[in-house]
């Protein structure tokens, strides 16, 4: 990158870089892409493309709904402050929109 790149980049992002610090960015930006074209040599047209380094898979369960005993819905409806059949009643937090 040359030092006039820099400029209309750093004038087109709104980034003030002062004359001293134009050098180290330029040093920095241009170590950076002789590291991108490192990256760009090998042939990787024939590799096949993968999201994980290995073959291993989660295991997940089987998802089984078990009916909760009646005891322990009673346990903890119990510390609720009001309950209708088998659910915590609460009051109203959204008004209706219209």
Not at 3 to 22: G, V
Not at 60 to 85: F, Q, T
Request: charged share 35%; glycine share 2%; aromatic share 8%.
């Amino acid at each position: 990158m040359l030092k006039e790149d820099l400029e209309i980049t750093a004038f087109l992002a709104r980034i003030d870089i002062k004359e001293d610090e134009k050098e180290k960015y330029l040093t920095d930006i241009n170590e950076m892409f002789d590291y991108i074209e490192i990256l760009q040599e090998p042939d990787t047209a024939s590799l096949q493309p993968t999201t994980h380094v290995t073959e291993l898979r989660n295991v997940w369960r089987e998802d089984v709904v078990k009916p909760c005993p009646k005891e322990v819905i009673d346990h903890l409806l119990d510390s609720a402050p009001a309950r209708e059949g088998t659910f915590y009643k609460i009051q109203k937090v959204i008004a209706n929109v219209s």
